[in-house]
């Protein structure tokens, strides 16, 4: 069974950049692309972007190319970068995977992970 | 980019009743790839349907997914107290995927 861990720091200044990693056990990584969510303190789901374990990726264009998303398929990791953070970047972020071949929707999910932006 | 219309925002009724949830797309949702997550406070979502209609691994079938092209429905037949909660459509057939902002399912 894929299970994911989010880890990362869960406090950003302001105009620096996050860093965010999601590891991923127990199941075939290539048979799956990964993708990062987020969920503003009591609002709704936003979709980052999604990479592919060849390191092909689809982002949202509304979030105007801030993010990076990376994969090391040697750790069984991907990777996501937020530069210039502000407060509006204040969110649980969340890793999840889709299964490739039969092109389905996110499930696994990480427990997600708090990352507040403040001086 | 496709954007997604749930309805009602909150959804106020009792262990037993039967619940319907809206998810209108503005253009048709490729192949009905639109899915239905259900998300509890402090956790991540939970996949209850894909494909429109399919139920994913583990989920009863009291929740049961219809629609296709722009009108997509989400029905819990007899709510459990465990029902009460956030409920999410996606789509996932045209990139970038989105979400709608979801229905909350309330005890009335």
Known sequence: ?119 | EIVLTQSPATLSLSPGDRATLSCGASQSVTSTYLAWYQQKPGLAPRLLVYDASSRATGIPDRFSGSGSGTDFTLTISRLEPEDFAVYYCQQYGNSPFTFGGGTKVDIK
């Open chain 1, 1 to 119: 069974q894929v299970q994911l861990q989010e880890s990362g720091p869960g406090l950003v200044k302001p105009s620096e950049t996050l860093s965010l990693t999601c590891t991923v056990s127990g199941g075939s990584f290539s048979g799956y692309y990964w993708s990062w969510i987020r969920q503003p303190p009591g609002k709704g789901l936003e979709y980052i972007g999604h990479i592919y374990s060849t390191g092909s990726t689809n982002y949202n264009p509304s979030l105007k190319g801030r993010f990076t998303i990376s994969v090391d398929t040697s750790k069984n990791q991907f990777s996501l970068r937020l530069s210039s953070v502000t407060a509006a970047d204040t969110a649980v972020y969340y890793c999840a995977g889709g299964r490739f071949l039969e092109w389905l929707p996110f499930d696994p999910w990480g427990q997600g992970t708090l990352v507040t932006v403040s001086s």
